[in-house]
């Protein structure tokens, strides 16, 4: 069974360009979670999806990102304008069910730079 | 503050040592889960060990959980150099979504 992947695996823009990030979840995975850790910083939530709703986008910096899960499969987070601090790896995870007991896995990371 | 503090923020051992990480956490959780980064990839699931859990092993691993501390330990006994990697706590809260709220991580050395 394929894991969570992502793509690209690296990206370097320029500030003020747009980035488009994709992320494949396990396949029959409904609950699909955007994670990023800009540098020097913890890991931190920016948003759920259960199917294709979004359920929590309370991580969400700010209106220059956008996420989108249509057809409840993959998930794509643009970012438009990147600014340079949003320069880090953004990680995709994936999960079954939703339950306080469920492990999340994650794919391999999307390093974004902005120059 | 953060939800989850790794404690040490860097360790380095020799190989076949035992390694002993820490992380407190402050509010109320369903589970905590142990996660591990190669330089560079992405995190590696670990260990899940339920809030009603004190305790849970997975070969070389060991878990404990005290909820009345608000605190867990990763144990990695027989260390190999593979095991060389950033170490993360992560525990979900008891809300709609279960996000995971990581810690700082532990940066583990261990030297052949």
């Known amino acids: 069974e394929a894991g969570v992947t992502q793509f690209p695996s690296h990206s370097v823009i320029e500030k003020g360009q747009t980035v488009t990030l994709r992320c494949d979840p396990i396949?029959?995975?409904?609950?699909l979670y955007w994670y990023r850790r800009v540098m020097g910083k913890e890991i931190k939530f920016l948003l759920h999806f259960v199917k294709e709703s979004k359920q929590d986008e309370s991580g969400m910096p700010n209106n220059r990102f956008l996420a989108e899960r249509t057809g409840g499969t993959y998930s794509t987070l643009k970012v438009q304008p990147a600014e340079l601090e949003d320069s880090g790896v953004y990680f995709c995870a994936s999960s079954l069910i939703l339950a306080g007991s469920e492990t999340q896995y994650f794919g391999p990371g999307t390093r974004l730079l902005v120059l | 503050s953060q939800q989850g503090e790794e404690d040490p923020q860097a360790l380095s051992i020799q190989e076949g040592e035992n390694a002993t990480m820490n992380c407190s956490y402050k509010t109320s959780i369903n589970n905590l889960q142990w996660y591990r980064q190669n330089s560079g990839r992405g995190l590696v699931h670990l260990i899940l060990i339920r809030s009603n859990e004190r305790e849970k092993h997975s070969g070389r691993l060991r878990v404990t959980l005290d909820t009345s501390k608000k605190s867990s330990s990763l144990l990695i006994t027989a260390s190999r150099a593979a095991d060389t990697a950033s170490y993360f706590c992560a525990t979900d809260i008891q809300d709609s979504s279960y996000k995971l709220i990581f810690g700082s991580g532990t940066r583990l050395l261990v030297r052949p």
């Open positions: 396949s029959g995975h409904d609950n």
